[in-house]
């Protein structure tokens, strides 16, 4: 069973299209993330929830909007997609704060031409 | 800007060296000190965490050196293998889970 799933797995879209990206963590885990990973392999945090509610907004875009329906969900959707939105989205959960493992999915490979 | 920075970029290593990666900080109010291992198509998984209380922790092959008064710390990989091939990356969280990465290290172990 996979622990952090999301799909799709590939994405490839046009320039001004809207696109999601689901996520699901069958983990129990009550903290939910969204990190880009550029071509370069920089790993970026970008969102994170805890309970379905916001707690980490880095410096993001607002084309980008998360929404988490439950504590086991965490969906990524992009507006008006750009072609430097082009990365790999991974969604990661863990159990609260402080020294806890975070646990990443396999990523979804976006590519907006 | 980049709160982990994490030497070197890319790292070659013959099978049975020993591989070193290095991190430091600046926030003291990191504590937690994971080192993350992702391979070519899969999400990062953790390898190895260190506390800051503790000056050194080894799994296995695999150590971390914590030096808390020059805010750095380290991953050594002992008799590397081929299998070790993979992107490294050091992190460091505060109590909230807001966890930040470094740059990653590409390591290939030569056979």
């Known amino acids: 069973d996979t622990a952090v799933s999301q799909t799709p797995k590939y994405l490839v879209t046009q320039m001004g299209n809207d696109k999601s990206i689901k996520c699901e963590q069958n983990?129990?885990?009550?903290?939910m993330y969204w990190y880009k990973q550029d071509s370069k392999k920089f790993l970026k945090i970008m969102f994170s929830?805890?309970?379905?509610?916001?707690?980490i907004n880095e410096t993001v875009p607002n084309r980008f909007s998360p929404k988490s329906p439950d504590k086991a969900h965490l969906n990524l959707h992009i507006n008006s997609l750009e072609l430097g939105d082009s990365a790999v989205y991974f969604c990661?959960?863990?159990?609260?704060?402080?020294?806890?493992?975070?646990?990443f999915g396999e990523g979804s490979w976006l590519t907006v031409v | 800007q980049q709160q982990v920075k994490q030497s070197p970029q890319s790292l070659i290593v013959q099978k049975g060296g020993i591989s070193i990666i290095n991190c430091a900080y600046e926030?003291?109010?990191?504590?937690?000190f994971p080192w993350y291992q992702q391979f070519p198509g899969k999400g990062p998984a953790l390898l190895i965490a260190?506390?800051?209380?503790?000056s050194e922790k080894k799994e296995g092959r695999f150590t971390i050196s914590f030096n808390k008064s020059a805010k750095q710390f380290s991953l050594h990989i002992m008799d590397s293998q081929p299998g070790d091939s993979a992107t490294y990356f050091c992190?460091?969280?505060?109590?909230?889970?807001?966890?930040?990465f470094g740059a990653g290290t590409r390591l290939t172990v030569k056979p």
């Open positions: 990661a959960s863990s159990q609260g704060g402080g020294r806890n493992t975070i646990y």
């Open positions: 983990l129990g885990h009550d903290t």
């Open positions: 929830y805890n309970n379905k509610e916001l707690i």
């Open positions: 926030n003291t109010a990191f504590d937690y």
């Open positions: 260190i506390r800051p209380d503790v």
């Open positions: 992190a460091a969280s505060t109590r909230d889970n807001d966890m930040r």
